[in-house]
């Protein structure tokens, strides 16, 4: 039984990985922008460190993009008409977040302190939901690990 798609609501085929066309139709034009440019700011930031993964993660969760080197670094989430980063902060990264807590937004910090700690940090998943979004991700991940380009 099909039912109505939700925003939020996650690729869940199984039986094939999502292509660009796949992804673009699910999450609809102006949120596939963002994927594309985040892709395109991580590719220009870290060029040739990460070989992106698809994972799938079961029937809930469905499929996401992993950037992985040795360490994960960070994994899009598509979803039904929306974007999502999640970002794990282990200690340092903690630290680093502390120490700027006040330049970060409002939501940011929010979505911070109400994400559980676990022992190998914060999971935090930042909707990406307007270019400053996109540019405090992208300065999460910087904290997390040094651009290797100018991006």
């Known amino acids: 039984m099909n039912h109505a798609r939700q925003i939020g609501d996650r690729i869940s085929d199984k039986s094939s ?8 139709e699910w999450m609809g034009p102006e949120v596939f922008q963002h994927w594309v ?5 991580i590719e220009a930031s870290y060029p040739g460190l990460f070989a992106p993964d698809w ?4 029937k809930k969760r469905g499929w996401s993009l992993r950037y992985k080197k040795t360490k994960a670094f960070c994994t899009l989430l598509p979803a039904y008409r929306l974007l999502s980063v999640l970002v ?6 903690r ?6 807590r006040y330049s970060w937004t409002p939501q940011l910090v929010k979505l911070y302190d109400e994400t559980r700690a676990y022992p190998d940090g914060k999971w935090l998943t930042v909707p990406i939901l307007s270019e400053d979004d996109m540019h405090e991700v992208t300065e999460l991940m910087s904290m997390k690990r040094p651009t290797l380009a100018s991006g």
Do not use: M, N
Not at 17 to 24: K, L, M, T, Y
């Open 55 to 58: 994972i799938y993660g079961g």
């Open 88 to 93: 794990v902060l282990g200690r340092a990264e």
């Open 37 to 41: 440019e985040l892709r395109s700011w």
């Open 17 to 24: 990985r999502p292509d660009e066309r796949i992804v673009s």
């Open 95 to 100: 630290e680093k977040f502390e120490a700027r």
